[in-house]
T-cell receptor
Framework: TQLLEQSPQFLSIQEGENLTVYCNSSSVFSSLQWYRQEPGEGPVLLVTVVTGGEVKKLKRLTFQFGDARKDSSLHITAAQPGDTGLYLCALKGAQKLVFGQGTRLTINP | DTEVTQTPKHLVMGMTNKKSLKCEQHMGHRAMYWYKQKAKKPPELMFVYSYEKLSINESVPSRFSPECPNSSLLNLHLHALQPEDSALYLC??????????????FGQGTRLTVV
């Protein structure tokens, strides 16, 4: 059973469009992290969300943590080709960092 | 310095070979990780070292043997691998692992091909 479910798994859109990807679980998280992985690279941390209802912005990226701390979303405004990559939500446990299946995002010029 | 350095970047090995993957960090992190990533899949946790001691083994076959000789180095020794073990092997490190906001820093990975 996958602890973290991400959707969609694949998304291909045109430059300038907006998009939202989701990370859901049946469990409550103490915190959740979002990473981005570009081809040929390891994942890089984008944000950590801790408080239910929390919203964090990183330039054109907006991250939201659900009120019940069981889900999170990533919204990208005016997507650019440089946003292309694998977006991973991750559960940071006491000893583990476990990833969801990821959303593979392609932004076409 | 926020780098995790992995060597080699690419490795091709036969099923009877013995090879080692290396990972190094100088951030003073005391938790280090090995992940395996197959194409179009997320990284899957293999091992966790905490204070140079193995704390988690995610039921990894014994043909993969991790080693943490000191707080900056992490090795993964490979022996008698199978073609299905071909993957990107990622090393990561983080501060004391119990801290909620701890960021994990990843290396670029070693692309392993078993022939």
């Amino acid at each position: 059973t996958q602890l973290l479910e991400q959707s969609p798994q694949f998304l291909s859109i045109q430059e300038g469009e907006n998009l939202t990807v989701y990370c859901n679980s049946s469990s409550v998280f103490s915190s959740l992290q979002w990473y981005r992985q570009e081809p040929g690279e390891g994942p890089v941390l984008l944000v950590t969300v801790v408080t239910g209802g929390e919203v964090k912005k990183l330039k054109r990226l907006t991250f939201q943590f659900g009120d019940a701390r069981k889900d999170s979303s990533l919204h990208i405004t005016a997507a650019q080709p440089g946003d292309t990559g694998l977006y991973l939500c991750a559960l940071k446990g006491a000893q583990k960092l476990v990833f969801g299946q990821g959303t593979r995002l392609t932004i076409n010029p | 310095d926020t780098e995790v350095t992995q060597t080699p970047k690419h490795l091709v090995m036969g099923m009877t070979n013995k090879k080692s993957l290396k990972c190094e960090q100088h951030m003073g992190h005391r938790a280090m990780y090995w992940y395996k990533q197959k194409a179009k899949k997320p990284p899957e946790l293999m091992f966790v070292y905490s204070y140079e001691k193995l704390s988690i083994n995610e039921s990894v076959p014994s043909r993969f043997s991790p080693e943490c000789p000191n707080s900056s180095l992490l090795n993964l020794h490979l022996h008698a691998l199978q073609p299905e073990d071909s993957a990107l092997y990622l090393c990561a490190s983080s501060q004391v692992y119990a801290v909620v906001n701890t960021e994990a820093f990843f290396g670029q990975g070693t692309r392993l091909t078993v022939v």
